[in-house]
């Protein structure tokens, strides 16, 4: 069981108080969350808590951090996901509405409805499917491409900063480790269960 130890450490504003755990490392609130269940429910084995309760409240940092990033751009995270999944498609920048319904893991109608509204703002465009005569294709017009790329570039600086404690070799790792997690839950998943995913979750 860990336990956690406070010191009284100053700080340049005159605050005290840094919590570490026995074995010296940060403590952060899920040690006391899991060390509270462990001592309410000692039957129970809590350790996914000390995995999954942080991915939590990382996620929800990293949803204030995207939120920051593209709120500088008047952008939203569902306008940055389709702007986004046709300019890493590559020239000419254009994509089905299939295929950004496949990318951006929502339904059909919901992706008309956003394309509408970017097409409205001047950041997409319509055109013909020359391969579909009942077809159409959305590309992404110079202004989206030029507000995508912005949005993107402050978007990586925030998330540099939520990454800021850890090494390349940390990264690396730990990306590594939540790609096995993710990869064989992404296969169970039918399309239609990915696509209530939430928004704003593709780079």
Excluded: C
């Amino acid at each position: 069981m860990s336990r956690s130890l406070s010191f009284d450490v100053k700080t340049l504003d005159g605050d005290y108080s840094w919590t570490m755990s026995a074995d010296h490392r940060p403590a952060d609130d899920v040690d006391e969350i899991v060390s509270a269940w462990r001592r309410e429910r000692p039957d129970l084995d809590v350790s996914p808590l000390e995995v999954l309760s942080r991915v939590s409240r990382l996620a929800r940092r990293l949803d204030l951090a995207r939120g920051s990033a593209f709120s500088e751009h008047l952008l939203d995270g569902w306008a940055f996901d389709v702007l986004s999944a046709l300019r890493r498609a590559g020239e000419p920048y254009e994509l089905s509405p299939g295929q950004l319904v496949q990318q951006t893991l929502v339904t059909s109608g919901t992706m008309t409805n956003r394309v509408d509204r970017l097409e409205r703002s001047g950041f997409v465009e319509r055109r013909p499917d020359p391969g579909d005569r009942r077809g159409v294709l959305v590309r992404l017009t110079p202004a989206g491409r030029d507000v995508v790329d912005s949005a993107m570039a402050d978007l990586i600086e925030q998330e540099k900063s939520l990454l800021s404690e850890l090494s390349e070799p940390d990264r690396a790792q730990l990306a590594g480790l939540l790609r096995r997690m993710l990869a064989p839950l992404e296969k169970r998943e039918a399309p239609e269960v990915r696509r209530g995913a939430p928004t704003g979750t593709n780079g």
